[in-house]
């Protein structure tokens, strides 16, 4: 079982950068490959970004490629998305989620393919 707890989300003006963080806990959560999806209000929830267990592999959606960037931190059980050049379209609830497969290489673009999700954090970008 891995426990996920997202934060650092909240208002910034377009154009600004936001950190989020997320704290993992588990017996496996150091050795999980961990991806951030949001969703925005009536629409579904999309991948982001996603990491594989060591931080070796990393896969991003087009609509944020060269703006966000994944990493993790296995010492402190922590996955972070930077995220800079905020645009109004990025506002949404952020999640951030865990594979039950300890030491995977690959990185999973598709919520389906997570077992553990946070609570989410939700970010605004004001224009």
């Known amino acids: 079982q891995v426990q996920l707890v997202e934060s650092g989300g909240g208002l910034v003006q377009a154009g600004g950068s936001q950190r989020l963080s997320c704290a993992a806990s588990?017996?496996?959560?150091?050795?999980?490959?961990l991806g951030w999806f949001r969703q925005a209000p009536g629409k579904e929830r999309e991948f982001v970004a996603a990491?594989?267990?060591?931080?070796?592999?990393?896969s991003y959606a087009d609509s944020v490629k060269g703006r966000f960037t994944i990493s993790r931190d296995n010492a402190k059980n922590t996955v972070y998305l930077q995220m800079n050049s905020l645009k109004p379209e990025d506002t949404a609830v952020y999640y951030c989620?865990?594979?039950?497969?300890?030491?995977?290489?690959?990185?999973?673009?598709?919520?389906?393919?997570?077992?553990?999700w946070g609570q989410g954090t939700q970010v605004t970008v004001s224009s």
């Open positions: 990491i594989s267990w060591s931080g070796s592999n990393r």
């Open positions: 588990g017996r496996t959560s150091s050795s999980s490959a």
């Open positions: 989620a865990a594979v039950a497969v300890s030491y995977s290489t690959s990185v999973r673009s598709h919520s389906y393919e997570y077992d553990y």
